[in-house]
């Protein structure tokens, strides 16, 4: 079975610096895809960013970066030049091709303070 | 394009009755998965369904039932309700591999007292 890490229930960040979630994960499989989520406080999820694990380069979209290392099964992001609308939950999602199903963490709550 | 609806957006049902979800997904999306969100379990995987078919199944006790139509749409039904299926119910739609990610409906939310 999957498993999906986040050992930090919670972080805060000044406005405009840089933060690092982590996400661990576990398993076996190795054609897999991981993702970041970011849920408001209003609630809609949203997909933040999406790696493919058999590429090497870390994706990057905008402000938000991750960090892959595959043989560590570590899949961190990085939020840089933070914002207010970037409160919010945050979960590390694993997903193996063809399993239908993604598996998510527990979620980090990050609040941005001005 | 019109994002993933689901309603109705909150619910109050008494124990034992039964309630239906309902959940239009993303115009093109044939995938419509649905997850429970609670404060001390996180996301928990409910089911999957494609082309009508349920495709996957999480743990969850028979009460929980599912289906999905020809236009894709989908509805989750829980009968002879718990208090501990008090909940934020969440659809997401997909391509029918998931490997780009879900898009989420608002949710559902679910007291039941």
């Known amino acids: 079975a999957q498993t999906v890490t986040q050992s930090q229930p919670e972080m805060s960040v000044q406005e405009a610096e840089t933060v690092t979630l982590s996400c661990t994960y576990d398993?076996?499989?190795?054609?897999?895809?991981l993702f970041w989520y970011k849920q408001p406080p209003s609630r809609q999820m949203i997909l933040v960013i999406r790696?493919?694990?058999?590429?090497?380069q870390n994706a990057t979209e905008n402000r938000f970066s991750v960090n892959f290392q595959k043989a560590a099964k570590s899949f961190s992001l990085k939020i840089s030049d933070s914002q207010l609308g970037d409160t919010a939950m945050y979960f590390c999602a694993f997903l193996v091709t063809n399993a239908g199903k993604s598996t998510f963490g527990d979620g980090t709550t990050l609040t941005v303070k001005p | 394009k019109a994002g993933v609806t689901q309603t109705p957006r909150y619910l109050i049902k008494t124990r034992g009755q039964q309630v239906t979800l309902s959940c239009s997904p993303i115009s093109g999306h044939r995938s419509v998965s649905w997850y429970q969100q609670t404060p001390g379990q996180g996301l928990q995987f409910l089911f999957e369904?494609?082309?009508?078919?349920?495709?996957n199944k999480g743990n969850f006790p028979g009460r929980f039932s599912g289906r999905q139509f020809s236009n894709s749409r989908s509805e989750m039904n829980v009968s002879t309700l718990e208090l501990g299926d008090s909940a934020l119910y969440l659809c997401?739609?997909?391509?029918?591999?998931?490997?780009?990610?879900?898009?989420f409906g608002s949710g559902t939310r679910l007291t039941v007292v």
């Open positions: 369904y494609f082309s009508e078919t349920q495709r």
């Open positions: 398993t076996s499989e190795n054609n897999y895809y």
């Open positions: 997401a739609s997909s391509l029918s591999g998931q490997s780009y990610g879900y898009t």
């Open positions: 790696q493919e694990a058999y590429k090497q």
